[in-house]
T-cell receptor
Framework: NAGVTQTPKFRILKIGQSMTLQCAQDMNHNYMYWYRQDPGMGLKLIYYSVGAGITDKGEVPNGYNVSRSTTEDFPLRLELAAPSQTSVYFC??????????????FGPGTRLTVL | GENVEQHPSTLSVQEGDSAVIKCTYSDSASNYFPWYKQELGKRPQLIIDIRSNVGEKKDQRIAVTLNKTAKHFSLHITETQPEDSAVYFCAAFNTGTASKLTFGTGTRLQVTL
């Protein structure tokens, strides 16, 4: 299993540009999450999904959108990029449901810079 | 909702000494408490977790203790080594109702030679 994969690894955007961060998992996990981590700071939840077709906001959803059309993929869309969105973005997943205490696995991260 | 506070924010210990990181949580219904380690430039990875039906769990040099009455839990690392240097995050979760972990703000542990 590849686990949780993210693309791209690095990206530089200009202010006002848009992009999609890709996240995929091959562990048949139901729950998927997007976090951002600013330099030297903790993890802030952007959006999460408990299954295909179901998404919900986390604590910092403004400026982002998500979709979950399949169990495997959970892309994060940035519209009109701003310097405040410069961060490292982590995708994570776990089985959830009845197995609520199972391990949450993180992807390798996408380092985004908005100039 | 749940709120998790983590202390200290930075911790420096000498190699071979012990390190303790403490977290408190607000929701008495939380019953699952994982700890993640994040090395510089890497992703967070689970190192140990504890459920509310036990008071302590050990795995080699690391241990976690839980005090449900006081709503706090701690990570203990003994005989610290340079490779223990990282940021550690605690988290809390209510397996009955929650869909997401609530993370603490992290502790940067530096093990000096």
């Amino acid at each position: 299993n590849a686990g949780v994969t993210q693309t791209p690894k690095f990206r530089i955007l200009k202010i006002g540009q848009s992009m999609t961060l890709q996240c995929a998992q091959d562990m048949n996990h139901n729950y998927m999450y997007w976090y951002r981590q600013d330099p030297g700071m903790g993890l802030k939840l952007i959006y999460y999904s408990v299954g295909a077709g179901i998404t919900d906001k986390g604590e910092v959803p403004n400026g982002y959108n998500v979709s979950r059309s399949t169990t495997e993929d959970f892309p994060l869309r940035l519209e009109l990029a701003a310097p405040s969105q410069t961060s490292v973005y982590f995708c994570a997943s776990n089985y959830g449901g009845e197995r609520r205490t199972d391990t949450q696995y993180f992807g390798p991260g996408t380092r985004l810079t908005v100039l | 909702g749940e709120n998790v506070e983590q202390h200290p924010s930075t911790l420096s210990v000498q190699e071979g000494d012990s390190a303790v990181i403490k977290c408190t949580y607000s929701d008495s219904a939380s019953n699952y408490f994982p700890w993640y380690k994040q090395e510089l430039g890497k992703r967070p990875q689970l190192i140990i977790d504890i459920r509310s039906n036990v008071g302590e769990k050990k795995d080699q040099r690391i241990a976690v203790t839980l005090n449900k009455t006081a709503k706090h839990f701690s990570l203990h690392i003994t005989e610290t080594q340079p490779e223990d240097s990282a940021v550690y995050f605690c988290a809390a979760f209510n397996t009955g109702t929650a869909s997401k972990l609530t993370f603490g703000t992290g502790t940067r542990l530096q093990v000096t030679l």
